[in-house]
């Protein structure tokens, strides 16, 4: 049995080789059987032939519909008219689960596609959205190793909100109450005291009722947490994983890349330093573009597009004022009206993949932040414990891997980054 892939080439014309996969497409004529078959490598053009299959073969051939799974025997020739340039010519064709009409045809409706999803799936732009996130995610994993960090598996079923409390999805916990995680990141905190340097992937959960094409209700988070790391440092980690997960994306997957219009040389041309821009900067620069914003304003992705649009990097905002931002910051000492953090934003109009800061280590402004709140200290207990034995400076940050896949596959829409996306509107199937 030989991958598609490894039969599309030269060395193996001529050679009898056995493929098995999925009908793509099919049409007969003329007594022979022209059928696509794909595997997860590739493509590849099967004829069977009358006469030179056995009877039943060309039959079986003649009566096969797309998404049947079928066993290929046959031998490999140069043929410039299939795709890819080569076809195997079969001697034995092997029905293996025959498919009923395939309810996907050509022209589908976006809710349909998503009604039937799991069959979506199957399809190329799908499958290349998922092996582009497997090897921006082996990026990631191969950067933090080789940079001393330890991967580890923090609880998503929490007590507390670690973001924003009024988008938590509550469960019912035995006889009590718990929401899902937000984030991963108070209880990354609490393990840089043993591990130094942490990073865990889980999914993170938003309650978001707002839809964007940017907002998913389950998405898998991508956050580091590191002791003795400030928020100068914190940035230069954003920038080299960044650049290393987009190098091992462009390496590994440039025919997927393609599929999607993404040129790899746009993903290699990125690398450290990324620009730094205060949230100072960033108003005046959108004020110079006629924008209605003033000290104290939001980003949306109105102004993140008019901030990134002409650019083919990402860039830092930095130093947002604190009102905008959660109680966990550190607060910054240059201008005290901020916190010492920062969005990475992804260029060419897309926006926010990453929120990061330094960590506010003074218990006595957490409480008062907390306290301003109206939440409840009890809850917080065991975090503000984590600035009364041994606290040291430290950073973090939360990158969204389904925003990240968006932005590198120039994407319209969220949905299309993750298998089975969950949004205010969808939990089937
Ligand atoms: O900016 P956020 O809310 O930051 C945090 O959660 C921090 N506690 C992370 C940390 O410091 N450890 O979320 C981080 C990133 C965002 O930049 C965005 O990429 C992604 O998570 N994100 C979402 N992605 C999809 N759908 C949503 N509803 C998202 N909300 C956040
Ligand atoms: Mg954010």
Redesign the pocket.
Known sequence: MVAIRDALSKDMVGKTVQVRGWIYRTRSSGGIVFAVLRDSTGIVQVTVKKGVAPEPDFIAATNTGIESSVIIEGTVAEDKRAPGGYEVRASKFTLVGPAEPFPITEYQSTELLLDLRHLWIRSREQTAAMRIKDSLLMGAREWFHKNDYVEVNPPIITGVA???STQLFQIKYFDRMAYLS????FY?ESLIYSCDKVFSLTP?F?A?KSRTP????E?W?L???AAWVDNDENMKVQEELVTAMLHRAADDCRPELELFKRDPADLRRVVPPFDRIPYGEAIERLQAKGLDVSWGSDFGAVEERELTKDSGLPMFIMNYPKELK?FYMKENSDDPRTYKNT??LAPEGFG??????ERETDNALLIERLKDKGESLDKYSWYLDLRRYGSVPHS?????V???LTWVCKMDH?RDAIPYPRTVSRVFP
Do not use: T
């Open positions: 670690a973001e924003d937000q984030s991963a990141q990354l993170s938003r978001e940017r907002h998913l209700a998405f988070h956050e580091m947490e959660p969005d990475l926010e993949i990453i929120g990061g800061s973090g940050f939360g990158l969204g389904e925003r990240f969220i």
